[in-house]
């Protein structure tokens, strides 16, 4: 009885509606934290791991020299490498490939690699149209690393210092 | 046996060798550099230093004497502080390249460094840098991560028998490098790849393409010689990437020849044939396996079998034939009631062929005291075999060479050089002193005989010698008297004791003639069948350019409009494709299983370590569908193990041989023995590209007397049979002697 009563008062005063407003009131006037993908993009640690890319040297020179310790160390056994001696005899891949749906993007060819080669960069949000588009070749690679270049140099000159 | 103490563990030992062999007997790891089982101590790196109870400093255990109640520590501190620096010392001037480095993965500094390194250097200053130098096709150098063991000047002198490498300069001047601009020649040079613990000598062919941990190494044999070396075959995605040596203390200790090393490029030669061919209204066609061999036995059927008569087949094989695929063959000719077959086909008169059985087992061979070489270039054609007796060399033996030519052995060898008509004299001569020596009754032969001085000289080494061995080379295999020359040296083993070696026939002729790969007294030998009405040839690789002596009969025969040639070959051939009818591809070396049979009679077996390009498959498979298709019984085999099981059980044919010895045959004024150079001994080497770069493979010279040069009016430049001519005095008299690199000059040989 005393039950229905107290129920009764709770809903002829709107209590219920109020607090609710209250909340609705208090966040409208706060900082939104809703992000507007894609046109707006949340920040991204230095040390993400997402798409690989190869680098090359500011002189336009690639920097991997075939030392095949990144597919050494993969656990996915997602790299594979060939390799030659090119014409002016330095030691270099002829085939550098990554395969996306092997890759468990550890990082480790990244931590292997003794002339910082190959790299994961920021970026994350990429599709295949066909199924073949999974393999990351050398100029893929290489093309990701000329188009990101500042932004890999960027984040890798803010990690150094913890390594 | 004394008894000493190692880590607190007993261990007994001979009093006198070397600690660094018994922690390796006893799987304790002591680290090491410069010591090698194999060759000379020079502890020159100081890394296996290890803690001797009562001696005032660590003492190197490669250069330490056991000695009776020894206690030694490998892993206490004193040791352990030592190796640690020796290893920074050593890694003071060694780049830190590892990344482009071939070694990288198979480095014992590599390896050392791990357990024993430290993770940061002290050393800030500049490191030292060597130039490099070009030392040929096969090795590449980086005497920059060069450690100074001297592993590879040791090699070069205790085992290749020639110094071409050496330490120059002193301190950190000191520069490992060839001392001749020409870089490096011997035939063995490819074991300083093996050696060197560190990437300064590495494969030149193998250069900057793959990790040894990405191969899969398969153990093989190497059937370019008489030897049959121990060898690993490496292999990535199906290709034969390297070859590295074997041990195998019986055969080839732990070494192998340049030519077995490098023959694996050949595999990949764009030459390869990878798919059945038939020759349809004189067009190539590529076809199917089934119609290729149905064309085959259609061919073979018409021409002969359907008429009965076999006797027009004739069947040829190289000796570098597995022993199944020659057994096969042998197999599949006879059922079909032919007798015609041989494996012999550079030998000029078979009527006379040399008979001589080697009775001294390779490793013996470095315990002579005493060889004599007749007829050969020992240490090009039989590397393996050259090197025991390089060893027995150093260890005091004499060593003389009775030859048409003075070739460079790399030991000290006494030469007696005499044309090729005066080889059976000479040796006639020996025998003859030796007889008298004995006091043995003359034979009527050598009654009016009067040794030369030089055969006296022989015949006096040979008999100061207590164990003596005389060797026989292919250059006699031609000799108007070489089977009295084989007649003559077993009768002067005979009378003095002493072993004989046959290498005049090389590759596997061994297996060939286990599996009676000749003619019965029924049947055609090469020569004959060349010369006579054949309707159908079978031919098992052959080359006809390189295989045959008589090269013009050979294609002639074989070219005829009316005869039918079904011809099993891994590369391809414009000759063979003018003559054959039907071209069947057929797996190389690596890529079949069968069996070697080396100079030991020693029989040994391999198996594929790779399989066949494009359609290509093991000729002893072919050999087999092809006999089912004629319908012939007997040939359901699964394997080539099987082949060989019955090989087995088959007794050893005895031929009867022509022992006599006949001093006056004619010979003709001037004789060509025509070498091929020891890189072009078989399809494979004949494709190997760095092989064929090398010093050895670019030998191309006629050699011969200033004599010899006026009677053909030649100058030096000038060409005969189409080699240069080089003429030199140290060619015998009415012989040319020629090395070349080239196919047999047709027409130029009679």
């Known amino acids: 009885m005393i039950d229905g009563i107290k129920k009764l008062a709770k809903n002829l005063t709107l209590s219920e509606l109020r607090s609710g407003m209250k909340i609705t009131a208090k966040e409208f006037v706060n900082t939104k934290i809703t992000v507007q993908y894609p046109e707006e993009k949340t920040p991204i640690s230095p040390r993400f791991r997402g798409l690989h890319a190869l680098r090359r040297y500011p002189n336009g020179e690639e920097r991997c020299i075939a030392c095949k310790l990144c597919e050494a160390v993969c656990p996915a056994n997602a790299i594979t490498i060939e390799s030659e001696m090119r014409d002016d005899g330095t030691r270099r891949t002829t085939q550098y490939d990554i395969d996306l749906f092997k890759c468990i993007f550890c990082g480790f060819c990244e931590e292997a690699c003794p002339v910082d080669a190959i790299v994961e960069t920021q970026i994350f949000d990429y599709a295949f149209e066909s199924r073949d588009g999974s393999i990351m070749t050398k100029e893929r690679l290489l093309k990701v690393g000329d188009d990101n270049e500042q932004v890999i140099s960027k984040t890798k000159a803010q990690d150094a210092k913890y390594r | ?750």
Not at chain 2, 107 to 115: H, S
Not at chain 2, 333 to 351: A, F, P, S
Not at chain 2, 730 to 740: E, M
Request: proline share 4%; with cysteine.
């Open chain 2, 1 to 750: 046996m004394v008894e000493i103490e190692i880590d607190g563990q007993l261990v007994n030992a001979e009093p006198g060798e070397m600690l660094i062999a018994v922690t390796d007997r006893e799987g304790i790891t002591v680290p090491r550099f410069c010591y090698h089982k194999k060759l000379s101590i020079s502890a020159s790196c100081r890394m296996c230093l290890v803690d001797v109870e009562g001696a005032p400093k660590p003492q190197p255990a490669c250069s330490t004497p056991i000695a009776d109640g020894m206690k030694i520590h490998t892993q206490n501190e004193r040791a352990k502080a030592s190796q640690k620096a020796v290893m920074e010392f050593l890694l003071i001037n060694h780049p830190l390249d590892c990344p482009i480095c071939d070694q990288g993965g198979e480095c014992e500094l590599q390896d050392v460094a791990v357990e024993y390194g430290s993770d940061v250097s002290r050393f800030s200053e500049g490191k030292r840098l060597v130039a490099p130098s070009d030392i040929g096709p096969l090795i590449q150098t980086d005497m920059t991560r060069c450690i100074h063991c001297t592993r590879c000047v040791r090699f070069g002198s205790e085992i290749a028998g020639i110094m071409e490498m050496g330490g120059t300069g002193r301190g950190e001047d000191l520069k490992i490098e060839p001392f001749l601009a020409e870089g490096i020649t011997s035939e063995l040079s490819g074991n300083m790849i093996d050696v060197c613990p560190v990437g300064a000598l590495t494969s030149k062919p193998f250069r900057y393409e793959l990790r040894s941990w990405q191969m899969n190494a398969v153990e093989s044999i190497a059937r370019h010689d008489l030897t049959g070396s121990n060898l690993y075959a490496q292999t990535y995605k199906g290709k034969v990437k390297r070859v590295v040596s074997g041990d195998n203390d019986n055969i080839n200790e732990t070494w192998i020849s340049d030519r077995d090393r490098f023959s694996y490029e050949g595999l990949a030669h764009e030459d390869r044939l990878l798919y059945p061919q038939i020759k349809v209204e004189g067009q190539w066609k590529e076809v199917e396996w089934s119609v290729a061999l149905d064309y085959a036995v259609k061919g073979l059927k018409n021409n002969i079998l359907n008429s009965r008569n076999a006797q027009k087949l004739g069947g040829l094989a190289s000796a570098t034939a597995t022993t199944e695929e020659l057994y096969l063959m042998q197999k599949m000719l006879r059922e079909l009631g032919c007798e015609n077959l041989d494996y012999r086909l550079n030998v000029k008169n078979l009527d006379k062929t040399i008979h001589l059985p080697s009775n001294i087992k390779l490793a013996k061979l470095e315990q002579v005291d005493y060889a004599l070489v007749v007829g050969a270039n020992l240490r090009l054609e039989q590397p393996m075999i050259n090197h025991r007796l390089c060893k027995a060399q150093l260890a005091g033996a004499v060593m003389n060479a009775l030859s048409v030519k003075e070739f460079d052995f790399n030991y000290p060898v006494g030469n007696t050089i005499v044309s090729p008509n005066q080889i059976a004299s000479t040796l006639a001569g020996v025998l003859k002193h030796v007889l008298e020596a004995k006091n043995q009754e003359i034979p009527e032969y050598l009654s009016t005989l009067t040794p030369s001085s030089e055969a006296t000289d022989l015949a006096n080494a040979l008999l100061n010698s207590e164990q003596a061995v005389i060797i026989l080379g292919e250059h006699v295999l031609n000799n108007t008297q070489a089977n009295s020359i084989a007649n003559l040296i077993t009768e002067i083993a005979k009378h003095s004791n002493s072993k004989t070696l046959n290498v005049s026939a090389t590759a596997n002729a061994l297996g060939a003639q286990r599996v009676s790969f000749t003619p019965n007294s029924t049947g055609m030998n090469v020569n004959d069948m060349l010369n006579a009405e054949m309707s159908a040839f079978l031919l098992l690789d052959v080359i006809p350019e390189y295989d045959f002596h008589h090269v013009d009969s050979a294609l002639a025969a074989l070219s005829k409009e009316d005869v039918f040639v079904v011809s099993l070959n891994s590369f391809g051939n414009e000759l063979v494709s003018q003559y054959a009818d039907v071209i069947l591809p057929m797996a190389a070396m690596y890529e079949t299983s069968g069996t070697h049979i080396n100079i030991d009679h020693k029989l040994q077996s391999f198996s594929a370590a790779v399989s066949a390009p494009g359609e290509a498959k093991p000729a002893w498979k072919i050999l087999k569908v092809l006999a089912d298709l004629l319908e012939l019984p007997g040939f359901h085999y699964e394997s080539s193990a099987q082949v060989l099981s019955e090989v087995a059980h088959q007794s050893e044919v005895d031929h009867e041989y022509d022992s006599s010895i006949n001093l006056d045959e004619a010979t003709p004024a001037i004789e060509t023995i025509w070498m091929h150079s020891p890189y072009q001994t078989d399809e494979l080497l004949r494709h190997a590209s760095s092989l064929q770069a090398s010093k050895i493979g670019q030998m191309n010279a006629a050699s011969m007397s200033q004599a010899t040069a006026d009677v053909l009016s030649l100058k030096s430049g000038d060409r005969y049979l189409g080699v240069p001519v080089d003429i030199t005095d140290t060619t015998a008299d009415q012989c040319v002697f020629v090395s070349s690199n080239q196919a047999t000059n047709m027409g130029g040989l009679s």
